[in-house]
């Protein structure tokens, strides 16, 4: 099928109901191996990404199988850095059906869009605020024994509010083990795909920490390490090269972060980071050594008010290569050149003739052989007598391998110093042995080794300690943190705690205190923020607007305008009520609004012992109404009575009663 059939095929599915529930809108993105869809699940009115897999792979029945267990899979990983899968199906329509998925909808643009906007280079603190959320989204896969296989720009989501999330979990995999594919071909984008995947089709956790370190190399400098006029001569880049350093395009680069890059992209997938977690402890640790902050991620202008999910997008595509089943070798050593007799074969030209010899000469040569014989019995003798002398001195040279576990470090070392040998040690938690005792030594008590010799010492670290969690670290951080010093990290919601200054979601403080031995494995219970306390909403009734307002203000609030009401208690423009009321119990997230509702009510004069003219003028001023009873009318007339009396508070508009004389 070609790529015009396909855009043909995938424009005619805007407006298209997929098993009766899922409206598709609008064209996302098109890419190797499907095409994303805005749309709209009519059933909960939620708005939705729908990717639609080609139609190669929507005919084959074992892609479509392994498509729905990626799918499930995929939905069971719940983690803030993960684009949400909400549900798969199959539509069988009248001419051709499609396999799709339903995902969460992101807003904002691609890696590739953001490194593109910024000319290629991000900002060290930018692209380390990109590579955590990543790896963080890697890790949780990893642990739910889930492997991405196409870590690229390209699936690296950025939100308008600036979060970070990675898509496409197992699409990969279900091709490339459906029966679309053969043995000798591996999906994958080829700038990003790790030796092992080009050599084999293996992938584990190692390959994803590969293309991830790809992915940040690409972020420092502005390109990937490779590029080529084919796929296979970049596929064939990955396995016969290694990745340069980053700092030879980036002079300036850290050499903390240039060696992360230069260890996630080790040909040998052995001396990489084992897991994403490891590369992404890696990478925190280094960025806390530099002092280095994450940063917001910005989405660009141009994108801000653009839908966008091509976690499969043109470029670069998810692709199809042939396998390389053995790299090329490196150039043989050169060969020496030996003289060899050629073989006698029967023919004339290689058949000689053997001359009759004297009988003289034949008896020299017998006594010669005889005495060669004896002189070489002699030798062998000797050979003998030598080697087996220097069998029994060597024994002196050979030494048992002293008692060392159980002994202190000190003492261990002291006592291979007394045999003559040398220990080479390394640290492990262990807990029953205390800190500093040896655990173990290679080889055992009592092994003869020759004098000289190293002895593996193991040395026991004790149990493990909390580590030392600052306070404001991220919960993801510190989680990493705790697993890093062989605990296993805990967050009970119910011991969250509000405080003033830790913002929501960081860690506040861990249970047991830090420092505190825990045996390997256990439990260490992270108090995670959960905001500034909520505060009540202060009694500004009966106060002017204007004090009203400075009084909520420095209370952390934002006052607004909930307009007037009439009130008889109130004085006009003071305060009836707020909204939230008085005693509410608001937490200060940002400056929570408060509505304050005042008093339109005026209060009426006295208007008794003046002129009715004065009373009118006064009235007028005010919005009220002024009914005058008098026997005769007349200029000058003086108010004996009034109603309501002066004092009295009462609705704009109202009518006050007067009696003139």
Not at 447 to 460: H, I, K, N, P
Not at 467 to 483: F, Q, V
């Amino acid at each position: 099928m070609t790529s015009e059939t396909r855009r043909g095929r995938g424009a005619s599915l805007v407006g298209a109901m997929l098993e009766r529930r899922y409206r598709v809108d609008a064209l996302i993105a098109r890419g190797g191996m499907s095409t994303v869809y805005r749309g709209l699940d009519t059933r909960l009115d939620r708005p939705v990404a729908i990717k639609v897999m080609d139609a190669q792979y929507s005919g084959d029945r074992s892609f479509v199988e392994r498509f729905e267990r990626e799918a499930r899979a995929a939905a069971k990983l719940h983690h803030p850095d993960i684009v949400a899968v909400y549900d798969q199906g199959v539509d069988h329509g009248a001419d051709e059906d499609h396999v799709f998925l339903v995902m969460q909808l992101v807003e904002g643009c691609t890696l590739r869009d953001l490194i593109m906007d910024r000319g290629g280079r991000l900002p060290l603190a930018m692209a380390l605020s990109v590579v955590e959320p990543v790896l963080s989204a890697l890790e949780a896969a990893h642990r739910a024994e889930m492997v991405h296989r196409d870590v690229k720009p390209e699936n690296v989501l950025i939100g308008t509010d600036g979060s970070v999330k990675v898509a496409d979990f197992g699409l990969v995999r279900a091709a490339a083990e459906a029966g679309t594919t053969s043995g000798s071909v591996i999906l994958g984008t080829v700038a990003y795909l790790s030796p092992e995947q080009v050599t084999t089709g293996a992938a584990d956790a190692r390959t994803d920490v590969y293309a991830a370190g790809i992915v940040l190399y690409e972020m420092l400098t502005g390109r990937p390490p490779y590029v080529g006029d084919t796929a296979l001569s970049v596929a064939y880049r990955h396995v016969n090269d290694d990745v340069p350093p980053p700092v030879e395009l980036v002079p300036d680069l850290p050499p903390a972060i240039n060696d992360l890059v230069v260890r996630a992209t080790r040909r040998d997938p052995a001396q990489r980071p084992q897991s994403a977690e490891a590369f992404l402890a890696e990478v925190q640790r280094a960025r806390a050594e530099l002092g280095i902050s994450l940063v917001p991620v910005p989405v660009p202008e141009s994108a801000e008010s653009t839908t966008l999910m091509p976690a499969i997008s043109d470029d670069p595509p998810t692709a199809q290569i042939p396998a390389v089943q053995d790299a090329p070798p490196p150039p043989a050593p050169p060969q020496r050149t030996r003289a060899m007799l050629r073989p006698a074969t029967g023919d004339d030209d290689y058949t000689q003739e053997m001359a009759p010899v004297p009988a003289g000469p034949v008896r020299e040569r017998q006594r010669g052989r005889r005495t060669v014989a004896v002189w070489t019995a002699i030798v062998l003798v000797l050979a003998a007598l030598v080697g087996g002398a220097a069998f029994w001195l060597g024994m002196g040279s050979y030494v048992k391998v002293p008692k060392l576990a159980g002994e202190t470090e000190a003492t261990a070392q002291q006592a291979l110093t007394t045999a003559d040998l040398t220990g080479n040690v390394t640290r492990e938690h262990d807990n029953a042995v205390p800190e500093g005792i040896v655990i173990s030594s290679n080889p055992g008590e009592g092994a003869q080794v020759r004098t000289g010799s190293t002895v593996d010492l193991v040395v026991s670290l004790g149990k493990p300690k909390v580590p030392n969690i600052a306070e404001g670290t991220p919960l993801a951080e510190a989680e990493s943190i705790i697993r890093n010093a062989k605990l296993q990290p805990k967050h009970d919601e119910s011991a969250d705690q509000f405080h003033t200054s830790v913002p929501e979601g960081r860690v506040i403080s861990v249970d047991p205190a830090p420092g505190t031995p825990v045996n390997i494995s256990g439990e260490v219970t992270l108090i995670v923020s959960k905001g500034p306390p909520p505060v009540p909403v202060p009694d500004v009734r009966g106060m002017s607007r204007d004090d009203a307002f400075a009084t909520l203000s420095n209370a952390g609030f934002e006052p607004y305008d909930l307009g007037q009401e009439f009130n008889s208690d109130v004085d006009a423009g003071h305060v009836i009520r707020t909204d939230p009321e008085t005693g509410t119990e608001v937490r200060l997230v940002g400056r929570p609004r408060v509505g304050v509702l005042v008093s339109n009510a005026v209060t009426v004069p006295s208007f008794t012992g003046g002129t009715v003219e004065d009373a009118q003028r006064q009235a007028q001023e005010l919005g009220l109404q002024l009914e005058v009873s008098a026997l005769f009318h007349r200029e000058g007339m003086t108010i004996l009575t009034q109603y309501p009396f002066g004092g009295a508070r009462v609705q704009p508009g109202s009518t006050i009663h007067v009696t003139a004389f």
